[in-house]
């Protein structure tokens, strides 16, 4: 497929997981991407690597300034790099509130702000932030995680109302428990991480783990011309967690 031929993206927190797969599947559909992320060691032709932290203002406009001179312009951006943080309100303190809150919802407005003048002067632009289930879904032991993927949940919303005249479409993914090197760093740290993997399976309503190529799947829908009517949605893919009604146990 070259249906993304022409375009340029892109892609932060590309260096792993559901980023790297989109950075892949846009590349392999035509599109010339570059990947911004903490750790660029493993990125290599044809994504162009940029290193820069979500968290630092200074590194984000570099970096964004850097990826756009390389691709000629910017027509996509997918605001995806994210951490993860586990329990209740009573688990975690100020300080890492402010920290994953900095990371997964200031972070994405850092990278959108100084993208958006480039988006601007494109053709064909689209945003599309990755949010989570745990956006709209109340799992537990995810206080401060969901916390913060609602925060991106109205962001992408608020955002799409504020750009659609300018001619950039903003939505989001909503991804289930997707089988990433982040998902095997936590069963990597239980007891018997094959019985937890089995646990977690089973407790899908597919009876599997999402794939991160799925999730990629879905970003290039909400990123390419095809989804050119499609702004201020989100497009869950988590095997059904959500729409059926079922909660992890
Ligand atoms: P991952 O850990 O495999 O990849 C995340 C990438 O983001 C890494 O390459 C990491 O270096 C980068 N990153 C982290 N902090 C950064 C920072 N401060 N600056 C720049 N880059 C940074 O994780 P993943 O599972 O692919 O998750 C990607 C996104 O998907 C996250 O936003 C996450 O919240 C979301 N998500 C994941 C799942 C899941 O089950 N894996 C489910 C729903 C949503």
């Keep these: 497929m070259s249906d993304f031929e022409g375009l340029r ?7 792993s997981g559901i980023g790297r797969a989109t950075a892949e599947l846009l590349a392999a559909r035509g599109a010339r991407v570059a990947v911004l992320d903490l750790d660029v060691s493993s990125v290599g032709e044809p994504l162009l690597a940029h290193r820069a932290d979500v968290t630092d203002d200074a ?10 001179a390389a691709l000629g312009g910017l027509d996509i951006l997918v605001n995806n790099a994210g951490v993860g943080a586990q329990g209740t309100v009573e688990d975690n303190d100020d300080a890492e509130w402010h920290r994953v809150m900095d990371v997964n919802v200031v972070g994405m407005v850092r990278v959108a702000r100084a993208a958006l003048p480039a988006l601007r002067r494109s053709s064909h632009a689209a945003i599309v932030n990755t949010c989570s289930v745990a956006a709209t879904a109340g799992l537990p032991q995810r ?3 969901s916390a913060t993927k609602g925060a991106v949940y109205a962001l992408t919303l608020a955002m799409a109302a504020d750009h659609v005249r300018e001619g950039i479409r903003v939505s989001c993914v909503n991804p289930g428990t997707v089988d990433t090197p982040w998902v095997g760093r936590l069963l ?3 007891p018997d991480p094959a019985a937890e993997r089995a646990a977690l399976q089973a407790r899908q309503p597919t009876g599997r783990l999402v794939r991160a190529a799925e999730v990629a799947a879905a970003v290039a829908y909400l990123a390419s011309p095809l989804s050119g009517a499609v702004t201020g949605t989100s497009l869950a893919v988590d095997g059904g967690m959500q729409g059926l009604r079922l909660r992890p146990a």
């Design 143 to 145: 206080a401060l995680y």
């Design 9 to 15: 993206a892109l892609v932060t927190g590309g260096a």
């Design 59 to 68: 590194s984000v406009r570099a970096a964004v300034a850097d990826a756009a």
């Design 188 to 190: 990597d740290a239980a």
